[in-house]
């Protein structure tokens, strides 16, 4: 669970960050969304899923993640829309401390199926346990 800089392709146009499924996000793209109009205290996500993997950038302003294994829990800032965050299956996630304006995309390795999603904490862990 690492933060990756993505190389920004910059003019004086502005910037440019290009990604591809299989690369630096290691899965094939079925899904993507994005979620905005967050609140600063109110958190997302508090769920982890059987097998999608997810890859997490803010596009626009900026948010912190936490990922938790079962054993242990890792904060990122996503702060700068050249970084990205591989949240990989049966992994735990929230999003929380939302910058106003805060755009936060989501590439999927699945196509959306609530019965993936594990949204028990208990659950989460019987499933790690057994994995
Ligand atoms: C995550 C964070 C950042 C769909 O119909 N299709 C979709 O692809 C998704 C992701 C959601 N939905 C529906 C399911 C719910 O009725 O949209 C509604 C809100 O979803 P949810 O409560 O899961 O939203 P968040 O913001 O708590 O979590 C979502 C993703 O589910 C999650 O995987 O990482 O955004």
């Not at 900026?62 to 054993?71: A, E, F, H, I, Q």
Request: with cysteine; proline share 2%.
């Amino acid at each position: 669970m690492s933060i990756i800089l993505h190389k920004v392709l910059g003019d004086h146009r502005g910037q440019l960050v290009a990604i591809e499924g299989g690369d630096s996000v290691p899965f094939d793209i079925k899904r993507v969304f994005y979620i905005y109009g967050t609140q600063k205290k109110v958190s997302r996500g508090d769920h982890s899923h059987y097998n999608t993997k997810q890859y997490l950038i803010a596009v626009n302003g900026s948010c912190k993640v936490t990922l938790d294994n079962g054993k242990t829990k890792q904060t990122f800032d996503l702060d700068e829309p050249k970084k990205g965050l591989f949240q990989d299956a049966l992994i735990w996630g929230t999003m929380h401390d939302f910058s106003d304006n805060c755009v936060l995309l989501v590439l999927a390795s699945e196509y959306y199926n609530e019965s993936d999603y594990i949204r028990d904490y208990q659950f989460f862990l019987k499933a790690v346990n057994n994995s």
